[in-house]
């Protein structure tokens, strides 16, 4: 019996870029998030998550490729998050996964994931 990862039984590729697409779609406009990229285009920022999430889930190992280890405290320390900054990323996150609408057993791994890793990446 062959094992999938949630990588595929999510939809591959495509559903983490349309996941992570609504999320920063979310972002450009949002007063509390917004101001934390320093960049005046997100596309880079979309990118990466992008590819941070398809590895973590069994996709392809492109991030490390490009970007090496996550590191993700590491590489998120220079930026305040702080309780508002991680429930409104935990929010936008959530409402892109609702929209997306994977199969329950992927949403609830997902969003067990999310609720994890918006806490962890506090450091205010």
Excluded: C, K
Excluded at 19 to 24: A, E, Q, S, W
């Amino acid at each position: 019996m062959a094992t999938t990862t949630l990588f595929e039984r999510a939809g591959g590729l495509p559903f983490f870029e349309r996941l992570v697409g609504r999320f920063y779609d979310a972002v450009g406009t949002d007063p509390i998030l917004r101001p934390l990229y320093r960049e005046p285009d997100l596309s880079g920022a979309r990118r990466r998550l992008t590819l941070f999430l398809a590895q973590y889930w069994g996709g392809p190992r492109t991030y490390d490729d490009e970007r090496g280890h996550p590191r993700l405290r590491m590489r998120h320390a220079p930026f305040a998050i702080d309780a508002v900054a991680r429930d409104r990323w935990l929010a936008l996150m959530r409402a892109a996964l609702v929209a997306e609408a994977p199969p329950s057993d992927v949403a609830a791994q997902l969003d067990a994931y999310l609720e994890m890793a918006a806490e962890a990446m506090r450091n205010r």
